[in-house]
């Protein structure tokens, strides 16, 4: 154990840039892009407003605003900060994305390019714990910093919301902090690592098996097997000696292969499965929050296209594993 977590500590230190720095500058540029945009939408209301410094609302200055508004009006207002805070947070998850994809994809590539390979393999440290290693890092440690990020970011964005409010002489505790659930927002964030883990273990494998397969050109070998396989299923017809169409196979072939890292790719694809998610019908912002709650999240366990594409993520990892050991560095 005392082994794997140095390894742990070693992909972190060479790949902290993506690791660490780009979901917090990717945050920090969100926040810095709703400063501007608040900026220059009071710029446009005091133009228009001849300089009027009161901002209103249907009338009502803002300061006054929570005590005109009903118990529906004020659930409503928290389902819709809950909603902004919810997606202010998404920019370090897609930042996660496309750091984890990249980073599976020369995990094992590169150090065969640099020919550091052979100091690593020259050290008591086995195939199967580098490999696992490396999965631990995409899976686990890049997640868990970039939802640090994004719940920094969504309070971040509070914050601001908070000030914009108190400089126009509202109260943010009653107008903001009170309507708003930003702790529950945050431990949705959190309940959805173990699903974003099981939902990525195929990608996550199929990048490190072409990493720790390809001789050169990683990145067309990953994106153009399961593309060209795609187009000849689709030009063939294979699916049909199934029952099934070619939509099927991108799908759940081409899609968990490549789309896997990406934060609730698990979502999209349920709503393209589950009949009752194709005609959700949202009556408020509070709804779509609902989506994203823990309990909905981990429904994704209860699908058995999880476990299978689990399984072969698996089965790819010890794919790795194998090409790593038995691949000639002379």
Known sequence: MNTFKWLLKREYWEHRGGFFWAPIVSGAIFLLLTVMAIIAGESVRRAADDGGEKLTMNGVELRQLTETLSPKEIAELGGGLDLGTLMSGTWPFIVLGFVVFFYCLGALFDERKDRSVLFWKSLPLSDGRTVLSKVASALVLAPVIAT??????????????????LFHGGNPLSLIWGPASPLTIALHLVAALPVYAAWALPTVGWLLLVSAWARSKPFLWALLVPV????????????????????????????????????GMDMIYLGANDPAMQNFNPDGPQDIVALFSAQNLWGSFATPDLWIGAAAGVAMIFGAIYFRRSRDEG
């Open 228 to 263: 060209f396989a795609g187009i000849l299923v689709t030009w063939f017809d294979v699916m049909e000696l199934f029952g099934l169409k070619a939509s099927w196979f991108w799908q759940h072939v081409v899609g968990r292969l490549l789309l896997g890292t990406f934060p």
């Open 148 to 165: 640090a990020a994004a719940v920094v970011t969504s309070l971040g964005f509070l914050v601001i919301l908070s000030i914009y409010v």
